[in-house]
């Protein structure tokens, strides 16, 4: 048998034979029944244009459980030590539902092992035409999972049929077709992919993106620990005719690659707890969960499936981590993560229940806020975000995240990196009416602070990220955006996680909106631990950008200009009112707000009720959007080192010295002056 390729031949080992055989009610001209399912399986789903007239013949009337029962019988010839259960029964089915399936479940429940299968029979099928991608995390973990299950199954069908293609190239980890001349073409095969370096490392985007073939299959085992945007970076695979994207993995969260892959097209709060498989439509295509407690084993021990979980390593995981560990959860139950589950700074659960993405509805004028994060290459990037604050219906504060603008990185002669970052930043904010002192930027490390007093002014918020938490001083007007019963260095065990987690506390209190999909994904991923300082208080920390990185594959830059804006809104004397109980409102509202809080106390409980009570009605800690939506918006002041070619103008008499500073919505003159500052034209 051969398959012809551009003007290459490859041909793999098949006896002919002349006497055919019967199969399906008509005589093939094969000597192996295999041979003739894999003819069939070529032509799926479209047999109906199939060149081949039997095959459009046995399959003019097939429907879904005809192809099920031809895949299923089909693997059984290929690999005869395979076991079918009702868990791979499933996986053969929605393989052939959707080219874009998401599989999670629990641990051992044989994902990896039937996918491997499909997606050799279906390179079998075809293999002049066909390309595969089988991926795993680094490339030590890829030779133990997916790819090693692809060898093995692979040497165990050429014992059965040695007339099937491929040829093991350990160097270019994979199995490819060998031409006439003995070299594999590595272009038409099944590859491995690893995408962690064996450094640790995140590598970036994915290495056979550019592969082209007339059909490509791409298998991602353990999708929840790939890199971020993997499944995005799949885009360019899928301008081929024909792609199918499969990815594998135990629940983790619901923001990671598997979890974006399996999301329900009605959200995940759609989605409750189960403990049967079940499917479920996703925005891409299907979904599968396999959950620990619908086990093919059930009750049986000794188990009846070698290598499937069993009821009984469910129950010792249950008792050595707990119901609540992530342990039990993710790979003894194969559960769909909860928002209890996940040690994140805002997960998607609380994004949606607290409507923080929702459009804002302000009933009163706003006041405009912006936040810098710079970068200066090196995989950052240079994010600045626009929050509006003004009041709601009810006269609470309510912030609106307006924007988040990707500020370009150049080098210029005419400019320094770092003044062409503060020269866009400022033109950014004087479109929207926003003086300096309501604009902030991430002095951690950076560079940009004097150029920012040079370009802009002196007067722009610096926001340091590092150090110790820092407490509030009420005697020069500084406070917390939401009022908590213990300060900051208490609650805190570095200034990082002050910082960021404030934007956590001001989604809780349900007075946030216009949260980006950029901003609430890099939050869900951002993790928090709890940490012992002094060796006896416990206190929180987020992780570094660094660790986040590692993971990700980029940093939480649109998270932190949203967190430097709110930081600035501090600064600037905006207040929200904290979380209260239903039972804090009817104390609060029999209680006179002149009450004497040294007396009439029963309990430590009652004195910190009455303590955050009397916070809360003073009026430093009422919403401050009145007051802040009063401050004008001055020019900025004169600068006598910002040179003459970039300051944004107005000449009011052509030919002479007569110059005024521009008006904020002169947005084209501001473009103007920073293509003169960058470029000179």
Excluded at 169 to 182: K, M, T
Excluded at 394 to 421: F, K, N, R, W, Y
Aim: proline share 6%; charged share 20%; with cysteine.
């Amino acid at each position: 048998m051969t398959g012809q390729l551009g003007s290459v031949q490859y041909a793999w080992n098949r006896k002919s034979t002349t006497k055919g055989i019967v199969r399906y009610g008509l005589t093939w001209s094969a000597n192996d029944p295999l041979s003739i399912d894999l003819q069939l399986i070529r032509e799926f789903p479209n047999t109906a244009r199939s060149d081949n007239p039997q095959v459009r013949e046995v399959t003019s009337s097939w429907n879904l459980d005809d192809w099920f029962a031809l895949f299923k019988s089909t693997i059984s010839l290929t690999f005869p030590t395979y076991v079918h259960q009702k868990w791979s029964d499933l996986i053969i089915r929605c393989w052939l539902e959707s080219n874009y399936l998401g599989i999670m479940g629990a641990a051992s429940s044989g994902k990896t092992y039937t996918a491997a299968a499909l997606t050799l029979l279906e390179w079998y099928a075809d293999p002049a035409n066909t390309f595969g991608i089988v991926s795993s995390t680094s490339l030590p973990e890829l030779k133990r999972r997916v790819l090693g299950v692809v060898f093995d199954l692979h040497r165990e069908a050429k014992e059965q049929h040695d007339w099937l293609p491929g040829r093991e190239v350990r160097a270019e980890n994979g199995i490819y077709l060998v031409a006439h001349d003995g070299l594999p073409n590595l272009r038409r095969g099944i590859m491995g992919l690893a995408t962690v370096s064996t450094s640790g490392e995140a590598m970036k985007g994915i290495r056979g993106i550019g592969q082209k073939a007339p059909k490509m299959i791409h298998l991602a085992d353990e999708l929840q620990l790939m890199t971020a945007n993997f499944v995005g970076a799949s885009a360019n695979l899928a301008a081929n005719a024909k792609y199918s994207l499969r990815g594998l993995g135990n629940p983790t969260s619901i923001d990671d690659e598997l979890g974006k892959l399996c999301e329900p097209v009605a959200g995940w709060n759609s989605m409750g707890e189960s403990v049967v498989a079940r499917t479920w439509k996703t925005r891409s295509g299907l979904a599968l969960q396999l959950p620990g407690m619908d086990t093919p084993n059930e009750n049986s021990d000794p188990p009846k499936y070698i290598g499937i979980l069993t009821k009984r390593f469910i129950a010792q995981t249950l008792a050595r981590f707990g119901e609540s560990d992530i342990r039990y959860r993710c790979f003894a139950l194969g559960a769909i993560p909860s928002s209890s589950g996940n040690m994140v700074v805002a997960d998607r659960t609380l994004v949606q229940r607290m409507q923080a993405a929702t459009t804002p509805e302000f009933s009163g004028p706003v006041t405009r806020f912006a936040g810098l994060d710079p970068a200066f290459g090196g995989g950052d990037r240079c994010i600045a975000s626009f929050a509006s604050v003004g009041p709601d219906r009810d006269g609470q504060t309510l912030i609106a995240l307006d924007t988040c603008v990707v500020i370009p990185v150049e080098v210029s002669p005419q400019a320094t990196m770092e003044e062409a970052i503060s020269m866009a930043f400022r033109l950014e904010c004087e479109r929207r009416g926003i003086p300096p002192q309501r604009a902030g930027y991430d002095a951690t490390f950076s560079s940009i602070a004097s150029a920012l007093g040079r370009v802009w002014s002196v007067q722009v918020v610096p926001v340091l990220f590092s150090g110790l938490p820092v407490d509030p001083d009420p005697s020069l007007g500084e406070g917390e955006l939401t009022i908590q019963e213990f300060l900051p260095s208490q609650r805190f065990g570095k200034r990082v996680t002050q910082i960021v987690w404030r934007v956590r506390e001001a989604i809780e209190t349900g007075c946030v909106r216009g949260l980006t999909e950029d901003v609430a994904i890099e939050l869900s991923r951002r993790r928090w631990r709890v940490i012992a300082r002094t060796g006896v208080v416990m206190k929180m920390d987020v992780e570094p950008k660094q660790e986040y990185h590692l993971r990700h594959g980029e940093s939480p830059d649109f998270s932190d200009s949203l967190a430097v804006t709110l930081e600035v809104m501090a600064r600037n004397g905006v207040r929200l009112r904290p979380i209260r109980s239903d039972r804090d409102e009817e104390i609060i509202a029999s209680t006179p707000i002149h009450v004497n809080l040294a007396r009439d106390i029963d309990s430590a409980e009652d004195e910190a009720l009455l303590r955050r009570m009397q916070r809360t009605q003073t009026p430093s800690a009422q919403p401050q959007f009145a007051t802040v939506a009063g401050i004008p918006s001055p020019k900025p002041p004169p600068n006598t080192a910002w040179v003459h070619e970039t300051r944004v103008r107005t000449v009011a008499n052509p030919g002479t010295a007569d110059e005024t500073e521009a008006e904020p919505a002169r947005a084209h003159e501001a473009i103007r002056s920073l293509n003169r500052f960058m470029h000179g034209y």
